[in-house]
């Protein structure tokens, strides 16, 4: 189940280059204009007998579609932060390329972090590993993980991995979309279980490199001949 309390999006790393929501052949393309949803308070809305409308016990992944952390939403986020608050009976995923900006706007009462809430850093090269991580590290949040997605070369995760509940791996996807090396994904798997994190393959991307021959691959098998590859250590872990 997706929260998206707001929409829009633009570039902020290579990642983004081909994004599947704001890039060259998305249909949002150029929706660079961040804008409140009609669904912004959906966690803590109610039916007519006051029950929430969203049952509790449910991962809800969080602004998947545009980025939790943007400038533009710095005093939405406010709002967001304390309906997250009031939600402690869900669990609020939120995946980000902008994890410089996790201090800003931050409650008064984050303490150490709020137990219901897992923030995943998108790192997609070992520069960005380089600069993002050590911050992710830095700041207090309960549950961590990291994000390889989209994979764009060999990423050496071992120094930041103390700290990190879960990394995942996936290639990128489109038409123009950089290979995904089975090699890059295999170290990072490595790297998982010398520090005993759990891992999991999640998608193929659409160039897919294995044993020196790359394969085109339907954007609907890229998940499941990622699960047939059988790498994933989940160890019983349910994120989405
Ligand atoms: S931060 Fe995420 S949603 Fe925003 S442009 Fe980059 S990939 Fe797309």
């Keep these: 189940?997706?929260?998206?309390?707001?929409?829009?999006?633009?570039?902020?790393?290579?990642?983004?280059?081909?994004?599947?929501?704001?890039g060259p052949h998305?249909?949002?393309?150029?929706?660079?204009?961040?804008?409140?949803?009609?669904?912004?308070?959906?966690?803590?809305?109610?039916?007519?007998?006051?029950?929430?409308?969203?049952?509790?016990?449910?991962?809800?992944?969080?602004?998947?579609?545009?980025?939790?952390?943007?400038?533009?939403?710095?005093?939405?986020?406010?709002?967001?932060?304390?309906?997250?608050k009031q939600r402690s009976d869900i669990n609020f995923l939120i995946l980000t390329k902008r994890i410089d900006r996790f201090p800003v706007s931050l409650p008064s009462d984050w303490g150490d972090g709020y137990d219901n809430v897992s923030i995943g850093c998108t790192v997609e090269n070992q520069s960005l590993a380089d600069y993002r991580l050590p911050l992710f590290l830095s700041y207090p949040i309960k549950r961590r993980f990291i994000a390889c997605s989209p994979i764009l070369e060999s990423i050496n995760l071992s120094a930041y991995l103390h700290g990190i509940e879960h990394v995942t791996v996936s290639g990128e996807s489109g038409r123009d979309a950089r290979e995904c090396d089975y090699g890059w994904v295999l170290d990072i798997r490595e790297q998982?279980?010398?520090?005993?994190?759990?891992?999991?393959?999640?998608?193929?991307?659409?160039?897919?490199?294995?044993?020196?021959?790359?394969?085109?691959?339907?954007?609907?098998?890229?998940?499941?001949?990622?699960?047939?590859?059988?790498?994933?250590?989940?160890?019983?872990?349910?994120?989405?």
């Design 26 to 84: 998305a249909k949002r393309c150029g929706q660079n204009t961040i804008q409140k949803t009609d669904k912004f308070d959906w966690p803590v809305r109610t039916n007519t007998k006051g029950e929430y409308n969203i049952k509790g016990n449910k991962i809800l992944a969080t602004c998947f579609a545009t980025d939790f952390f943007l400038p533009e939403a710095d005093e939405w986020r406010k709002d967001a932060w304390s309906m997250i």
């Design 192 to 240: 998982c279980v010398k520090a005993n994190v759990t891992f999991w393959f999640k998608g193929t991307g659409t160039f897919f490199k294995r044993d020196g021959t790359v394969e085109k691959i339907n954007p609907f098998k890229q998940g499941s001949i990622a699960r047939e590859l059988d790498i994933s250590i989940l160890n019983g872990k349910k994120l989405f």
């Design 1 to 22: 189940m997706n929260w998206e309390p707001w929409t829009g999006c633009y570039q902020i790393s290579d990642g983004c280059t081909y994004c599947y929501f704001y």
